[in-house]
């Protein structure tokens, strides 16, 4: 069984520069969540995709996006990059969005922002 | 809305001795509690969760946590740490509108030898 993927490991982009990360959900899952972790920071819920539809958004702005799609990958996008969007960005699959199904974690993009 | 309070950002402690790292939660709806554990240049690795039932919940890597719902609690222990067990514990809680999770900001345990 295939865990939870995700591309690049690591990222550079200067300010103002778009990015898309990439997410492949671990195999039978057909949920994935979003998530920002700061420097020495827990992570934060960014937005979660439930069979190819945004199920659910934490207090990001619009120029945080994303996409899941047939096979339940999924793409997080980010559109004019701020310093402040250097982080550690988290993909999380799970069965179904169901209150009782774990999430599994990727190891992570490193995105810097120069 | 809900919110996930880990009292200590870092606990240093010696190989073999216990630890207890603290969560405190507030919500106002039922709450079902989780504990993660990232090593360095890692994803997060569920170490056990609360959903229902006993409070108290035995995970992997011989940790266990006790679910306090009058403090509104969900403290990590583990009775003798060994140095692998160096690493950052996040506590996180979701609700019953789906599994998105508020995490805490983390505790960073330090096994000394």
């Known amino acids: 069984e295939t865990g939870v993927t995700q591309s690049p490991t690591h990222l550079i982009k200067t300010r103002g520069q778009q990015v898309t990360l990439r997410c492949s959900s671990q195999?039978?899952?057909?949920?994935v969540s979003w998530y920002q972790q700061a420097l020495g920071q827990g992570p934060q819920f960014i937005f979660q995709y439930y069979r190819e539809e945004e199920n659910g958004r934490g207090n990001f702005p619009p120029r945080f996006s994303g996409l899941q799609f047939p096979n339940y990958s999924s793409e997080l996008n980010v559109n004019a990059l701020e310093l402040d969007d250097s982080a550690l960005y988290l993909c999380?699959?799970?069965?179904?969005?169901?209150?009782?199904?774990?999430?599994?974690f990727g190891p992570g993009t490193r995105l810097t922002v120069l | 809305a809900q919110s996930v309070t880990q009292l200590d950002s870092q606990v240093p402690v010696f190989e073999e001795a216990p630890v207890e790292l603290r969560c405190n939660y507030s919500s106002s709806v039922s709450v079902y509690l989780f504990w993660y554990v990232q090593y360095p240049n890692q994803g997060l690795q569920l170490l056990l969760k609360?959903?229902?039932?006993?409070?108290l919940v035995k995970g992997i890597n011989g940790f266990e946590a006790e679910f306090n719902k009058s403090q509104t609690s969900f403290h990590l222990r583990k009775p003798s740490v060994h140095i692998s067990d160096t690493a950052e514990y996040f506590c996180?809680?979701?609700?019953?509108?789906?599994?998105?999770?508020?995490f805490g900001g983390g505790t960073r345990l330090m096994v000394k030898p």
């Open positions: 195999s039978g899952h057909n949920t």
């Open positions: 996180a809680v979701s609700h019953n509108a789906g599994n998105m999770l508020t």
């Open positions: 999380a699959s799970s069965e179904t969005s169901g209150f009782t199904d774990t999430q599994y």
């Open positions: 609360y959903l229902s039932g006993s409070t």
